[in-house]
């Protein structure tokens, strides 16, 4: 198969995680359905994200097997006898990382797929030389480039509905979003920053709510109890954040996955980004974002974070 589109040959995409790198594909994700619309795609992924991506319009099958563990013998045999058996022409690795590439190994050597990505030997290798101080769209833009795909739109969430009735929100409110990978505790502001944010923000009639996975429900429930914010942690999906982020008059969040999503959803931002993070390479996309750093954010004073959520 040549760089033009294809018909109806068999097209892999792989896209494993975390949820900012998934909604920062997005736009390839459409611009690769785009290229080869009479194609079937598959989307090799991870079970946090498999039944969500399924309702994308980008793909005919969502697999959610894409990470066995090294140690998983029965596992990786599984994934090598689903990849062969996919006839797949062609990959595009939108992970780019040293598990991803390894995939390549695991079909035959002699009858292997057209691959886009960073896999030794692949067809269509992403050549960039500053690929990896790239933010993360351009990088994946420079990639499908040279793989024949020109143009990637930006991310399109009109497939991702959901009814917030059962919230019962205001007209005006905020969202907050405290969380971070629990292994990367330096990316989070203070959970009393927070608060006293959120106090603030109710005085100047903006409703503060709380977001977070169900693992953080302690976390927002601290903040929720010292400001009287609205905590909805561990009770919205992905469809549910970006929702809300279609209503919300602001975000504030640390470099987190749903900051990600509410921003790409439309939802003005400002994130907040500590020495463990560049944000000239992982800042959210889609509707305007400040972004307010420190080396640690414990030194970030709520009233900077405050002028900058009423742009002052």
């Known amino acids: 198969m040549g760089s033009g589109s294809i018909a109806f040959d068999p097209i892999l995409v792989i896209k494993l995680g975390a949820l900012g790198n998934v909604v920062l594909s997005f736009g390839p994700m459409a611009a690769i359905r785009r290229h080869h ?3 079937p795609i598959t989307l090799l ?5 498999a039944a ?3 309702r994308s319009p980008w793909f005919d099958r969502v697999w959610s097997d894409g990470r ?13 006898r689903r990849l062969r058996g996919g006839g797949f022409a062609r990959v595009y690795d939108l992970q780019t990382s040293r598990r991803s590439s390894r995939y390549l190994r695991l079909f035959p050597h002699r009858a292997r797929p057209e691959w886009s990505g960073i896999a030794p030997g692949c067809s269509h290798p992403d050549s960039q030389p500053n690929r990896d101080h790239m933010h993360d769209i351009e990088r994946q833009a420079g990639q499908l480039r040279l793989a024949g795909i020109a143009d990637v739109p930006p991310a399109d969430l009109g497939w991702n509905q959901a009814d917030l009735s059962r919230f019962d929100l205001p007209e005006r ?6 969380g971070s990978s629990t292994h990367r505790p330096g990316k989070r502001w203070p959970a009393e920053a927070y608060a006293t944010l959120a106090a603030a923000l109710a005085g100047r009639g903006l409703a503060p709510v709380v977001l977070g996975a169900g693992a953080e429900r302690a976390l927002g429930a601290e903040i929720a109890r010292a400001s009287g914010a609205r905590d ?9 954040l970006a929702a809300l982020g279609r209503v919300a008059t602001v975000t504030v969040g640390n470099d987190t996955g749903p900051v990600h999503l509410l921003t790409a959803a439309g939802c003005r931002a400002v994130v907040l980004f500590s020495r ?6 992982c800042v959210p996309r889609g509707a305007p974002v400040t972004v307010l750093q420190r080396p640690d954010l414990a030194a970030l004073p709520v009233d900077d974070v405050l002028a900058a959520v009423l742009g002052e």
């Open 45 to 49: 992924t991870t079970d946090p994200y």
């Open 276 to 281: 463990d993070s560049e944000p000239a390479r």
């Open 37 to 39: 619309p009479d194609a």
């Open 52 to 54: 969500w991506l399924a």
């Open 173 to 178: 409110f905020a969202l907050l979003v405290p």
């Open 232 to 240: 909805l942690t561990g009770q919205t999906g992905f469809a549910e």
């Open 68 to 80: 066995p563990d090294w140690w998983d013998a029965a596992g990786l045999l599984r994934l090598r």
